[in-house]
Structures are given as structure tokens and as C-alpha cells.
Nanobody, 126 residues
Framework: VQLQASGGGLVRAGGSLTLSCAAS????????VGWFRKAPGKEREFVAA????????DYADSVKGRFTISGDGAKNTVRLQMNSLKPEDTGVYYC????????????????????WGQGTLVTVSS
């Protein structure tokens, strides 16, 4: 699975951005698609993930209530709608995927993901 992340940019605190993760080579059927971010000087951390078949969703506590992850079957794309952005949301955002088949398991650690896209930079100014 080849992943392409897009949608990053510069936004003021309190603003919104939508990131997209598109798959090429196959559909997301049977996969979990997640978003991770890496802030300067910090480890890469889990943000959110969605199981494509079944819509199981998981969020990091730091983004609950502000970020929404969703799938667009027609475009084979997973979106991350980010609202009420804070300066601490700044970082390079990566989308990733792992196969789940019929399991409802959603990995929230980067070691659980086999496929990775390139990052897209999100900068939130104060």
C-alpha cells in the first residue's frame, strides 16, 4: 500500500485544517489507517486511527473533541479534520496503515503500522 499525505500548512491558533491520506495500489478495505505526528524535539506520537471496515476509531487524549478522522470510500481517502488547533499541535503529520482483516484491533503505536506515507507539515502559530 502506497500512502500519500497532504493538506498541511500554516494556521493560527484556533483555526482548522484538514489532512488527507490517499492510497494507491489498492483500497483501504481490511486496513486500519492512522495518523501520527512528530513535533520538533519529540518522539513521533499517535494521533488518531480508523478501521476502514467497521469504522472503529481511536483518538489520542490530546486531540479528543477537536480532531475527527473519517473515511471517504469513493475517493479511497482518510481525512483528519483538525479544529481548535493549538501551537502544540505543530509537527509533521504522517499517515500509516496496518492490515486488520476481520479483527477490530486498532494499533496506537507506530510499531504496529507497516505502511507509511511521507509527512505533511502542520504549523500552528500563537
Amino acid at each position: 500500500v502506497q500512502l500519500q499525505a497532504s493538506g498541511g500548512g500554516l494556521v493560527r491558533a484556533g483555526g482548522s485544517l484538514t489532512l488527507s491520506c490517499a492510497a494507491s495500489g489498492r483500497t483501504f478495505s481490511g486496513y486500519v489507517v492512522g495518523w501520527f505526528r512528530k513535533a520538533p524535539g519529540k518522539e513521533r506520537e499517535f494521533v488518531a486511527a480508523i478501521r476502514w471496515s467497521g469504522n472503529n476509531i481511536d483518538y489520542a487524549d490530546s486531540v479528543k473533541g477537536r480532531f475527527t478522522i473519517s473515511g471517504d470510500g469513493a475517493k479511497n481517502t482518510v481525512r483528519l479534520q483538525m479544529n481548535s488547533l493549538k501551537p502544540e499541535d505543530t509537527g509533521v503529520y504522517y499517515c500509516a496503515a496496518h492490515y486488520s482483516g476481520f479483527s477490530s484491533y486498532i494499533a496506537n503505536d507506530e510499531t504496529g503500522y507497516r505502511y507509511w506515507g511521507q509527512g505533511t507539515l502542520v504549523t500552528v502559530s500563537s
